[in-house]
């Protein structure tokens, strides 16, 4: 069983939609952080969040950690094809960094 | 700031071969992660060192083994390799408890 579950898996959907992954958890973390993968790269990180109920905006994207911190969201305006590729979220608690399963996003032109 | 860099980005080896990946952390970092990524078990964590020690432990074999050195460079090295060990292998870097950031990681290939 995986301390962070995230949803969903896969999303496809057309440009210009939006749309929004879900990171879950029953566990508290100090700090939850979204990242980004391209095939064959290493995860890019978008945003660290840390305080409960704290949103963050970078463009088009908007994360949310939830008010107890254990949940987060990552909600997506007007996706455009360069948004496509995994989304990971991960959540630190005491020096340790717990992955979810990552939501595989491809948005069609 | 240079990113986390790792080393060789590509490998090829065969069964029964042993392998050595290296990275290095950003500058001033001194927690280095090593994950294993496979497109069906996503991103398995396993192990962290931290001032040379390692800190923490993921569930893989002995043949998984690690070091860092003293500039914080890590290396990790599994012997006997299997065929079920070709992976993207990704190291991360972070300072003490905050956010990880990953290198561009190596594509270990087992034939």
């Given at each position: 069983?995986?301390?962070?579950?995230?949803?969903?898996?896969?999303?496809?959907?057309?440009?210009?939609?939006?749309?929004?992954?879900?990171?879950?958890?029953?566990?508290?973390?100090?700090?939850?952080?979204?990242?980004?993968?391209?095939?064959?790269?290493?995860?890019?990180?978008l945003?660290?969040?840390?305080?409960?109920?704290?949103?963050?905006?970078?463009?088009?994207?908007?994360?949310?950690?939830?008010?107890?911190?254990?949940?987060?969201?990552?909600?997506?305006?007007?996706?455009?094809?360069?948004?496509?590729?995994?989304?990971?979220?991960?959540?630190?608690?005491?020096?340790?960094?717990?992955?979810?399963?990552?939501?595989?996003?491809?948005?069609?032109? | 700031k240079a990113g986390v860099t790792q080393t060789p980005r590509y490998l090829i080896k065969t069964r029964g071969q042993q392998v050595t990946l290296s990275c290095s952390p950003i500058s001033g970092h001194r927690s280095v992660s090593w994950y294993q990524q496979t497109p069906g078990q996503g991103l398995q964590f396993l192990f962290e060192y931290f001032s040379e020690t390692q800190r923490n432990k993921g569930n893989f074999p002995g043949r998984f083994s690690g070091r860092?050195?003293?500039?914080?460079?890590?290396?990790m090295n599994v012997s006997t390799l299997e065929l079920g060990d070709s992976a993207l292998y990704l190291c991360a870097s972070s300072t003490e408890g905050d956010e990880q950031f990953f290198g561009p990681g190596t594509r270990l290939t087992v034939l």
């Open positions: 069983t995986q301390l962070l579950e995230q949803s969903p898996q896969f999303l496809s959907i057309q440009e210009g939609e939006n749309l929004t992954v879900y990171c879950n958890s029953s566990s508290v973390f100090s700090s939850l952080q979204w990242y980004r993968q391209e095939p064959g790269e290493g995860p890019v990180l945003v660290t969040v840390v305080t409960g109920g704290e949103v963050k905006k970078l463009k088009r994207l908007t994360f949310q950690f939830g008010d107890a911190r254990k949940d987060s969201s990552l909600h997506i305006t007007a996706a455009q094809p360069g948004d496509t590729g995994l989304y990971l979220c991960a959540g630190e608690r005491f020096n340790k960094f717990y992955f979810g399963s990552g939501t595989k996003l491809n948005v069609k032109p | 860092q050195f003293s500039n914080s460079r890590s290396e």
